[in-house]
């Protein structure tokens, strides 16, 4: 059975488990809005310890790539980059709404919260999803919700309870192993709140 590390800090927490086969072995939810990198590595460490497990012991790792935020996922993603090249194991990238949705009868509208009372949110209703949207909180597109859709994730206008969503990234990666798969990348759905200044820079002297 494959043995899947997964992580995740595409939003105010450190989330991370460690899967073999269909069992959580060991699994991790610190919340932080700050000091995610230099605490996941530590906590991967503390997971697998936990379930007397090693590096090289490895099947895969699996990482979720957002929507969240934005320092955060790319926190993840490049960790996952790195430990993949170092380890030579495959690495897959999960979106939240793939976490939310998988194993759930369909359709469901998987949401996620976002800044400035807003909500991400993907409808899944057959094979392949449809288009990941921002819209406010409490404004669900009439269209995108048809009657018997399952609501899943932050309900419009609240934030979801506390939840660790690195299970479900690794089973998610479980199930699309043995598949070619794109090397994980951040998946935003909104710009980056910082900005790059508009003066231009100084001129370099000889």
């Known amino acids: 059975m494959a043995l899947i590390l997964a992580f995740d800090t595409s939003a105010p927490h450190c989330a991370a488990a460690l899967l073999d086969g269909d069992t959580v072995l060991a699994e991790r939810l610190e919340p ?5 990198a230099e605490r996941l590595v530590p906590l ?13 012991d490895l099947s895969a790792l699996a990482v979720g790539v957002g929507p969240g935020n934005f320092t955060g996922i790319r926190i993840s993603v490049s960790l996952a980059r790195g430990l993949a090249l170092g380890l030579q194991r495959p690495v897959l990238g999960v979106t939240g709404f793939e976490a939310l949705a998988h194993g759930r009868p369909r359709p469901l509208l998987a949401t996620l919260p976002a800044p400035r009372d807003q909500l991400y949110g993907q409808l899944f209703s057959g094979e392949t999803p ?77």
Request: glycine share 10%; no cysteine.
């Open 130 to 206: 449809g288009e990941a949207q921002l819209f406010p909180a409490g404004e669900i597109p009439a269209g995108l919700t048809p009657d018997g859709t399952l609501l899943l994730g932050a309900a419009p206008g609240a934030l979801p309870a506390a939840r660790n969503p690195a299970p479900q990234i690794a089973r998610v990666a479980a199930s699309r192993l043995g598949t070619t798969q794109p090397a994980p990348a951040p998946f935003y759905l909104r710009p980056a709140d910082a900005a790059p200044p508009r003066d231009a820079p100084p001129r370099i002297l000889p």
């Open 32 to 36: 932080m809005a700050r000091g995610q």
């Open 44 to 56: 991967l460490e503390e997971v697998l310890a936990e379930a007397g497990r090693g590096w090289s």
